[in-house]
């Protein structure tokens, strides 16, 4: 069993940073991809950024030039950076770990509230 523990989450002004992490109970590498993922009130959850274990990210349009996705691999904990927050950030953001041939596994969740 996995165990991934979101943290970071708050509230904050507009223009404002958020740094979220995400702790995975093993080795990350272990994963194919690990994803944070985010849903707003009476929307459905989606993408906001990837990273594989082999390093490479991706992003959803919306958050392109402001979010970053980083690891570290010695703590076992993905990081999102979110700068130049916007109110239609505000979310529930989830992190979500795919291993090569299991189910994926989904933290708790870690509320941002984005001000205007």
């Known amino acids: 069993q996995v165990q991934l523990v979101e943290s970071g989450g708050g509230l904050v002004q507009a223009g404002g940073s958020l740094r979220l992490s995400c702790a995975a109970s093993?080795?990350?590498?272990?994963?194919?991809?690990m994803n944070w993922y985010r849903q707003a009130p009476g929307k459905q959850r989606g993408l906001v950024a990837g990273?594989?274990?082999?390093?490479?990210?991706n992003y959803a349009d919306s958050v392109k030039g402001r979010f970053t996705i980083s690891r570290d691999t010695a703590k076992n904990t993905v990081y999102l950076q979110m700068n130049s927050l916007k109110p239609e950030d505000t979310a529930v953001y989830y992190c979500?770990?795919?291993?090569?041939?299991?189910?994926?596994?989904w933290g708790q969740g870690t509320q941002v509230t984005v001000s205007s």
């Open positions: 990273i594989t274990s082999g390093g490479s990210t």
């Open positions: 093993r080795n990350i590498f272990s994963f194919n991809t």
């Open positions: 979500k770990a795919d291993p090569f041939r299991d189910r994926p596994y």
